[in-house]
């Protein structure tokens, strides 16, 4: 029987089933135990370990809160965070192999290196480009065959023709109003400039107008500032008594790599220890082999969060995750208030 001290901080992986899945320390729920909210208690545990950051991708170790929590973060990283993409395309000219909707498509999914927090939201009705509101590209290009091209057979279209690949690179900003002097040329554009947009050929040419505007993930895919935010749970894993040789080489094998390493002891055994166990993909490999199967123990920590953010180029994980914080922040004033004059009518 597990302890009730486990059964409030860890998650149970059985052969066949995981135990204690729901959060069940909430007030008045265990005797002897004080489960009402202590800002004072919830900062002493709350920890933000960075394990990885740079300029696209961050992990990081959220530990001391509840699942609620973590997860509004994923959802307003994925939903509710604005950025900048291309809402509609005006077609002056284009006679590639695409039509017009499924190349307007294509291109509203090209993230854009763009700080839709420098931006203000556009309604639907207003139709005038503003410098605060839209950005504007144009793609203009033409496919034309290669006077120089090489005649040994070599039979490349980048050989054979000019402009046969379309990429984001030929994507031009046209600034609007001030907007040479708040933005430099190197702050505006698409996050990689070797997109590939459309393949054309000789005599086949686009003319487009991009019109961009800011948006959440909430209205469309193409708004969420992040490729994905997710989480889960710190696996914990427990040797219960010694394991050693044949039987820990077994165990080792059950494992992801680097989970499990063998050390030689001075008695001339290579026994099992636990190494890195948030690499842990929770198998439960091991739980199948009789001989291994009572002396592990494996559990997953309830409040402690691998977190994982990987931008789609325009804001850095980090910021994103700051901005998340601080937009949840925002919602619990806005239903403070909504409390206090609900009390005071």
Known sequence: MASLDNIRTRIKLEETEVLHTTSTDFPGNYPGY?????????????KIQISNLDKITTEFDLIGIDAAIANAFRRILIAELPSMAIEKVHVTENSSVLPDDV?????????????????????????????????????????????????????????????????????????????????????????????????????????????CHKGIGRDHAKFSPVCTASYRLMPEIILKKPIYDEDAEQLQKCFTQGVIELEDDNKGHRRAVVSKPRLDMCSREALRYPALKDSIELNKIRDHFIFSIESVGAIPPDQLFIDAIKLLMSKCDRLLQEIDGNINN
């Open 103 to 211: 190349l307007a498509h294509r291109l509203g999914l090209i993230p854009l290196h763009a700080d839709a927090r420098l931006f203000v939201d556009k309604t639907s009705s207003d139709t005038k480009e503003r410098e605060d509101d839209t950005l504007i590209f144009k793609l203009k290009v033409a496919c034309k065959k290669n006077p120089k091209a090489s005649t040994d057979g070599n039979d490349d279209p980048n050989n054979l023709y000019i402009n046969s690949n379309v990429y984001t690179e030929h994507m031009e900003w046209i600034p609007i109003g001030n907007q040479t002097t708040k933005f430099k040329l190197d702050d505006v554009g698409p996050v990689s400039r070797d997109i590939l947009i459309v393949k054309l050929r000789p005599g086949q040419e686009i003319d487009l107008k991009l019109v």
């Open 34 to 46: 004080d489960d009402r909210l202590n800002l004072d208690e919830f900062r002493k545990n709350l």
